[in-house]
């Protein structure tokens, strides 16, 4: 059966599940082989717990028309996703980085809430699997994605990038994590840059902070837009002094942005939030109230139970949601 096929058969579902012992009625159930589990001999119970329709790449576990047969699982998940994200066409800000990650998709998300209908990466699902689910978590009335990439490789990126084909990128930092995986600090850098790479062949947007010297350079012949406290910078944006224990304050567009959050560490997270604001022409009367409101609210709140969920149906069937 081709993607086309089986994307019908998605649309028929009200959302994916790899996990049975979380699975919704209705839910369009895929078995993933893990570390631990073969998702395969579950498919039978997803069924039987309400599943719409199960995807399994062992044929000897079919049960009926409900089944789909692929021959691997998870690369149909990865490209049922890449084929809902080019039949959605809608707008996909991707971000990476060695730190931060999480923080700054979660202040992009409030911030650009306040003029679009947005969805975004679940926790810190930013990973093979991670990465499927939440684009297939965008439905018809997401008008923006937000998407979190990880890696501890290279290529990982690139990877990532060819499913969820954003259309605007902005890197976090280039930390020393992971050091043995990418190949040192080098290696960091061209594995992170790879979503620099992706935006330069499709035209893409990228956001620099014009503070961080290798982000600068990693910049390839491309549109870019930036931030920081030089007036050479896209988006001016100063950071207001404080005590070490307050919370970050920042100055754009002569407005005053109070967060919640303390540690200099995250004025570029909430700078990057504010500027991709800007660029999405939120007037900043509203992305001041997006930074207040996404910052002092944790995500468990936010998001209910789902982005445990989602890490829970990873974790429990063996896989590694940590990379960076």
């Known amino acids: 059966m081709d993607i086309k096929s089986i994307h019908h058969y998605f649309l028929k579902c009200n959302s994916v599940s790899i996990d049975t012992r979380k699975i919704e009625p209705g839910s369009l159930f895929v078995a993933i082989k893990g570390d631990i589990f073969d998702a395969n001999t579950f498919a039978k119970e997803a069924l039987e717990k309400g599943a719409s329709f199960?995807?399994?790449?062992?044929?000897?576990?079919?049960?009926?028309d409900r089944t789909v047969v692929v021959e691997d699982s998870l690369n149909t998940l990865q490209e049922l996703a890449k084929y809902h994200r080019d039949y959605l066409n809608i707008p996909i800000v991707a971000l990476t980085g060695s730190n931060g990650k999480t923080t700054t998709k979660e202040l992009i998300q409030v911030v650009l809430a306040k003029k679009f209908n947005t969805k975004a990466t679940f926790g810190n699902l930013n990973n093979h699997i991670g990465v499927p689910l939440t684009l297939l978590s965008f439905t018809k009335d997401t008008e923006v994605g937000i998407v979190e990439m990880g890696a501890n490789h290279q290529k990982e990126i690139e990877f990532l990038c060819e499913i969820a084909k954003?259309?605007?990128?902005?890197?976090?930092?280039?930390?020393?994590?992971?050091?043995?995986?990418?190949?040192?600090?080098?290696?960091?850098?061209?594995?992170?840059?790879?979503?620099?790479?992706?935006?330069?062949?499709?035209?893409?947007?990228c956001l620099i902070n014009s503070a961080d010297s290798?982000?600068?350079a990693g910049t390839l012949n491309q549109e870019i837009f930036s931030f920081g406290t030089s007036s050479s910078a896209t988006v001016t944006i100063q950071d207001i002094d404080r005590g070490a224990d307050e919370n970050i304050v920042i100055l754009a567009e002569e407005t005053k942005i109070i967060s919640q959050l303390k540690g200099t560490y995250n004025f570029t997270n909430i700078a990057a939030a504010v500027a991709f604001g800007n660029y999405f022409e939120i007037p900043i009367a509203k992305i001041k109230k997006g930074i207040a409101v996404g910052t002092e609210i944790p995500e468990r709140q936010r998001y209910g139970n789902v982005g445990q969920w989602a890490q829970n149906q990873l974790t429990e069937n063996g896989?590694?949601?940590?990379?960076i």
């Open 319 to 323: 896989y590694n949601i940590n990379s």
């Open 54 to 64: 199960v995807i399994i790449d062992n044929p000897k576990y079919f049960i009926d």
């Open 166 to 205: 954003p259309d605007f990128g902005y890197i976090t930092n280039f930390g020393k994590a992971h050091l043995e995986g990418f190949g040192g600090v080098e290696g960091v850098i061209q594995g992170k840059s790879e979503l620099y790479q992706f935006l330069a062949k499709n035209s893409g947007v």
């Open 214 to 216: 290798k982000q600068v």
